[in-house]
């Protein structure tokens, strides 16, 4: 109790506490104000997402606000984890941003709970034009017979290679069909030929799951979403028995060290820097974050996973994330005007460039081809081939999906198995377990 | 400033019975706005704090999902689910209770040996003061989480000096060995306020005690274990008590350091954190959350009932004053 302190500076300290708390749960301490003219529409954008799509962004909102200046646009952006605390938070309490984007697992948990509103009356209206794109990747928003969600872009996961490296290390660059095997192999020749790390971070990553049952023949959750659909643990056994054989020869990062750049996105990745010959892509539109902060001397290729041995490619294109309009929304119409804006305008496409995967709108898609720098060339590239051999893209996924990759698959199984903790059969085992137990209770 | 708040709720206490004596309408009056002075901490305190509690304890018996704003009635189902079938809710306990284990006796010792110096300082004792005391006042934010972060980070300041040591660099957040660590020592570092009142209780020991002692040939040792340690148990309780409830209760440290996550391997994953990550995060189900935290709840009553039974055999108070 220090003294020093009178009653007065106590209460004058804690009022001034307590407004500081308050003036940062609203943001700024001016956006709680309203709007001074009276026809204008405010419009609210949060994302996802790194410095590059941050500065891609804002320009494309400004160039939106410069057509339409009646628009009031406020926006704010965020790393993936963060982004969805924030957002179930505003979910509860009904203040959701007019304009939101979206992963395939949770679309379809949102717009089943009935937060997104529906865009097929703007769709029908033409306030969002459809002309130019695909039927295939116009379903790709729609869950339950409604489109709740535009498709920002087109990816597929895969495996970045660092061509030089592998020039000098000596080893060839591997056919799109290579298999785990062949993986194995090339992962230890280019660690024991180039004295770092064959390959980065993430070699246990979530989406691998599905795409190794996949490649099996096997789709990952069951039909009627109530159960995994396998029940055979060895394929995700034996691949994380060969993560550890890996982790173990020093070939790839321990776990430990590959924590602390798997939070911070695609930039902050080990190959950015050199420090391994292949990497991860959770989304092959990162390749352009990537290679934007690796510099413009590099040479990078896109492969796709390696598949089993005698499996099938188990990669899908999909949507690298959606742009999709809440419930909360005061101005639906707007926000729908600006989601056409953002497929269809090819002058905001040229800045966004691809960066959130490739562009639905075959018109802008041709003209952004025109021009294509390295990134993007690697990228159309990438899915023009996996587009000849591809598995189907499963959607919508089963609800409780984000509960298992979350409280499941890293806690209970990767990250245990990785820091030696529990053995990979163990761990498949609880893994298998607590996923049935999830989707049974959430998919009744 | 608990106990400035309950000394100034004694008066308030005590003024009222006055009031009750006169009965008079100017006291009435006052009374009244006495009342509407403080009424903004009295509605405060009845909407963000009682009523929050008492929802949240319906809430533990249901499973509310925030995001549709389902809520349904489990009854006992969070309780089971959390002792019988959730393995992290365990892990949980485990990081949690070796975090205040060992960060609260390391803590009140460094606070009572710091104490000690000041206490027998000659000059710039309130400088030093001010200074010990600072880390208490802005540990617990998130600026200062952050830079530990950066301290312990694997290119980070602790792990240049290894470097320079010729030592090996460590991976201190991510290492399950080292991980809860820095933030024992962090826990530590902000021993400012336990020592304070330390200090204050130091003062308090009458000096005659000592000059006593010193004539009868008491050492310094002797001095300090016969003399300040049993005088000071009250203080000691004290700060234990206060201590123990601070550290079950540690959030904000941990959800920056680990990156909300409570990596690595939920060795870092105090209660608190895990509430919030269940109650807030993906898959957030408000009711389990709830039911954690009135858990939470009693066993901090237990811990503190226990110290407090077991006080008669150690705690000291030197009633001749009174």
Redesign the interface.
Known sequence: ??KGIS?RD?LRLSAAAGAGTVLSVYGSPLSGLPALAQDKVDLRFIWWGGQLRADITTQVIKMFQEKNPNVNFTYEFLSF??Y??LL??Q??GGGLPDIMQHGTTTLA??SK???LHPLDEYIASGVIDFTNVPEVLQNHGKVNDKIYAVSAGSNANGFVIDLDAFEQAGIDVPPDTWTWGDFEEIVTGLSENLGIWGFGSYLHHVDLWRIIYSGHGTDLYATDGKSLAYTDDAPIVDHMEMVLRLQDALAIPH???E??VN?LGPEAQFIVKGQCAMDYLAGSNQLVAMWTAAGEDRNFKIMPVPRPEGGRQGLAIRPSQYEAVTVNSENPEMAAMFLNFFINDVEANKILNAERGVPINTVVLDALKENAAAPQQAIYDYLARLAEDSAPFVFPDPL?V??I???VYY??FT??VR?G?ISPEEGAATLREMSNE?LAEANQ | MTSVLQKDAGKFSLAKKVVAQKGNKKWRHNNLMGYLFISPWLIGFFTLTLIPIAASLVLSFTKYDILSGDVEWTGLENFRRMFYDDPRYWRAVRATVKFAFISVPLKLLFALLVAELLYNARRLVGVYRAVYYAPSIVGGSIAVAVMWRQIFASKGLINEFMLDAGLERKLWLFDIKYAIWTLILMAVWQFGSPMLIFLAGLKQIPSEYYEAASIDGAGTVSKFTRITLPLLTPVIFFNLVMQLIFSFMTFTQAYVVSGGTGRPLDTTLFYSLYIYIRSFGVGANMGYGSAMAWVMLVVIATFTGVIFLSSRFWVFYDTAEN
């Open positions: 109790m220090p009653r106590f984890e963060d969805w605390t179930t938070a979910a509860a948990e949102w709970k009935d937060l776990i430990s060290e924590s602390e939070t409780g984000e509960d990759r979350v409280n806690p209970e990250d245990p820091y903790a999830i």
